[in-house]
């Protein structure tokens, strides 16, 4: 497929409700039915959270991710407490914030995401490797929000760019590891690996929602830009040609979320598992895309 046909394809149907982000030259294409919506948006370091059709920037924090459902958000303070970097959970209904410490410097923990029940939130942790080669994964910390507590769990050999999410049931997490992915307890310990997968894409989760396919980017021999696996045998299930530069995770079980060249710029667009678009999502300048590096997040509703 040519990236001219996703373009094409993602410009036959522009209905329903359109929401612009002011001053980026991005319009979102909603309808009443979407199963997901976009909840929060970044430029560069800068994030913006949604309150009905507006977004207000986030002055305090730097990652946020909003639960499925939407009733809370988790965000990263931009400034640590007396040598703690934290995690604050945001009660939206009736705006309490409650802050819970994670890791002590120099380490650092961020990129928060959600257990499919919104009970927990893992982030990842980093550190410096003090030789100026920037920072290392080296482990994660997993937050019961009802319990206002977290958990450090460090990880001997983790990949060095990884980042740690939930397994479909919630029961683990989830990380790439070198050419595959790997899957832990949340004590730490190995799981089970997939060799040869290729990296997990981006979005709320790279888990369908029914738990029963994994999306990942292609490895080199198949040919193709994602592929979808069975995440316990690590068996391929389908692989997906689309001229995508990005992917923002699952949109529902048959479909798939990719960011492809729009015109002078890009779209986001839904896709089906044979590469097929099905309709566009977002509508995105070249400059928001390229030089503000924008991240439309996506939340199950």
């Known amino acids: 497929m040519s990236p001219s046909t996703l373009l094409l394809a993602a410009a036959l149907v522009l209905s329903g409700a359109d929401v612009k982000l002011p001053g980026l030259g991005v319009t979102l294409h909603e309808q009443p039915g979407d199963p997901k919506k976009v909840s929060a948006y970044t430029t560069g370091s800068s994030s913006y959270l949604r309150a009905g059709g507006y977004f207000a920037g986030q002055r305090s924090y730097n990652d946020l991710a909003v639960s499925p459902g939407g009733a809370f958000v988790a965000a990263i303070p931009r400034k640590f407490a007396k040598g703690y970097d934290r995690v604050a959970i945001v009660n939206r209904a009736t705006g309490r914030v409650t802050k819970i410490r994670t890791v002590k410097a120099p380490m650092v923990a961020g990129t928060p995401y959600w257990s499919p029940d919104g009970r927990k939130v893992v982030l990842t942790v980093s550190r410096s490797d003090g030789r100026g080669g920037g920072w290392r994964s080296v482990g994660f910390v997993v937050v019961d929000v009802a319990a206002r507590r977290a958990r450090l769990v460090k990880v001997p050999g983790a990949y060095h760019d990884a980042l740690f999410q939930w397994s479909p049931d919630g029961r683990r997490v989830v990380s790439d590891h070198w050419d595959g992915v790997r899957f832990y307890l949340t004590d730490g310990r190995v799981a089970w690996t997939l060799w040869r997968t290729g990296g997990l894409v981006g979005g709320e989760s790279a888990f369908s929602p029914d738990g ?40 529902d079980r048959e479909h798939l979320i990719a960011v492809g060249r729009h015109g002078k710029g890009y779209a986001s667009v839904v896709i089906d598992l044979d590469g097929k678009p099905v309709r566009p999502l977002a509508t995105i300048s070249r400059t928001a895309w390229r030089d503000y590096d924008l991240y439309l997040s996506y939340t199950r509703r």
């Open 212 to 251: 029963r396919r994994m999306a990942t980017w292609c490895p080199k021999k198949h040919k193709a830009t994602l592929c979808t696996w069975n995440p316990y045998n690590g068996k391929l299930d389908k692989k997906v040609k689309v001229p995508a530069v990005a992917s923002y995770g699952w949109w």
